[in-house]
């Protein structure tokens, strides 16, 4: 087996031919690790630091990735870091499900560029990953100097039934309550604007319109009670704006809208990656808050889903209470990073087996 190093942006851009195939292989098969997201999460947030991106080929053809960077050493550490941390909500070395030792070959190649980086901390593994099998025996050995944190559980639904079956295992009271609120704004004459009732709006695709919508709307509720956007946040903002069309066309992404007239209400941004529909961003206008928007928007939503036969609804990485109205199941995610000898044994302890 063969490592290649990729360290610059027209090499990283080569790879796409195969690497999404790569992707659909690996035990981390998800929307954040498609080259859709992590080439252009590296062309907004690569310039100051440096890319440590490997490639493993076995007679010529590539069996796995290592999406890698280094940290800039001054507002981060020189720490070994997955493309896309801090934005995406799963990553992983892109190994085939079936050749989890290719993670191996990875650390041993990562091992030998040792100079070149400080430390780990490589963020939202999920538990279950193969690859904990190869860093576990990386630290126990002495190699890697690093323990595992647990960071946060990633709520997700199975759709294994018809729409109709699961709703109404919601409740009759959560039921009740979409209906009451729907009732509420239909009837309430002052309530629509321009005149028009409450309409749910299935979007595929994204440009600048909608995304300056979704930043008012972000807005509105920041001002009302702080609540944090991405949409809110320039880099972040940059970056999205460029990914969601993109992602859009390559058909990834999934928008629900609640609409009165033209005016945007509630939306329920996600991702789709091979049947599975990861949902990652909502908001709501907080001048009808007593219409429970927010909650309607996700009904609409997943049924929307359901019907459009998906086999998963991925809530990703948070523990809203919202979240477990919908699944009591939930995946764990983890980090790998260098901590010191006093924190190591309750960070172990901690950390849950795979």
């Known amino acids: 087996?063969?490592?290649?190093?990729?360290?610059?942006?027209?090499?990283?851009?080569?790879?796409?031919?195969?690497?999404?195939?790569?992707?659909?292989?690996?035990?981390?098969?998800?929307?954040?690790?498609?080259?859709?997201?992590?080439?252009?999460?590296?062309?907004?947030?690569?310039?100051?630091?440096?890319?440590?991106?490997?490639?493993?080929?076995?007679?010529?053809?590539?069996?796995?990735?290592?999406?890698?960077?280094?940290?800039?050493?001054?507002?981060?550490?020189?720490?070994?870091h997955f493309l896309g941390q801090g934005l995406s909500d799963y990553a992983d070395f892109i190994v085939p499900r079936d050749r989890p030792e290719v993670t191996e070959v990875f650390i041993s190649a990562l091992l030998e560029l040792h100079q070149s980086w400080d430390g780990l901390d490589l963020e939202e593994i999920p538990a279950e990953s193969p690859s904990r099998r190869y860093l576990d025996a990386a630290v126990s050995s002495g190699r890697l100097e690093a323990a595992w944190q647990t960071t946060v559980r990633c709520p997700y639904?199975?759709?294994?039934?018809?729409?109709?079956?699961?709703?109404?295992?919601?409740?009759?009271?959560?039921?009740?309550?979409?209906?009451?609120?729907?009732?509420?704004?239909?009837?309430?004459?002052?309530?629509?604007?321009?005149?028009?009732?409450?309409?749910?709006?299935?979007?595929?695709?994204?440009?600048?319109?909608?995304?300056d919508e979704v930043v008012a709307l972000s807005d509105k509720r920041r001002l009302v009670d702080n609540h944090r956007s991405p949409f809110l946040n320039h880099p972040d903002l940059e970056f999205l704006r460029e990914v969601l069309p993109l992602m859009g066309r390559r058909n990834q992404?999934?928008?629900?809208?609640?609409?009165?007239?033209?005016?945007?209400?509630?939306?329920?941004?996600?991702?789709?990656?091979?049947?599975?529909?990861?949902?990652?961003?909502?908001?709501?206008?907080?001048?009808?808050?007593?219409?429970?928007?927010?909650?309607?928007?996700?009904?609409?939503?997943?049924?929307?889903?359901?019907?459009?036969?998906?086999?998963?609804?991925?809530?990703?990485r948070g523990e809203e209470a919202y979240k477990f109205q919908w699944t009591s199941l939930a995946r764990t995610n983890l980090a790998l990073r260098s901590v010191n000898a006093s924190q190591l044994?309750?960070?172990?302890?901690?950390t849950p087996e795979p």
């Open 1 to 80: 087996m063969e490592i290649e190093l990729i360290e610059d942006m027209s090499a990283f851009a080569q790879l796409e031919p195969f690497w999404n195939q790569l992707v659909g292989e690996s035990s981390i098969n998800t929307c954040h690790s498609t080259f859709e997201w992590l080439f252009t999460w590296w062309r907004h947030f690569g310039a100051d630091r440096r890319l440590l991106l490997l490639v493993a080929y076995e007679h010529g053809v590539p069996v796995g990735l290592a999406p890698l960077y280094i940290g800039n050493g001054t507002t981060e550490s020189n720490n070994l």
């Open 157 to 211: 639904l199975p759709i294994q039934t018809d729409w109709e079956t699961f709703y109404a295992t919601m409740g009759k009271g959560f039921q009740h309550e979409v209906r009451n609120k729907l009732n509420r704004w239909n009837n309430r004459s002052t309530g629509r604007v321009e005149g028009m009732e409450l309409r749910y709006v299935d979007r595929r695709e994204a440009d600048d319109t909608f995304v």
């Open 253 to 316: 992404l999934r928008v629900g809208e609640l609409r009165s007239g033209k005016a945007l209400l509630a939306f329920m941004l996600a991702y789709y990656w091979q049947g599975v529909v990861y949902t990652w961003n909502t908001q709501y206008d907080p001048a009808y808050g007593e219409y429970s928007l927010g909650r309607i928007v996700l009904v609409r939503f997943a049924e929307q889903s359901f019907r459009e036969g998906c086999h998963e609804l991925n809530f990703m």
């Open 345 to 350: 044994q309750s960070v172990v302890a901690a």
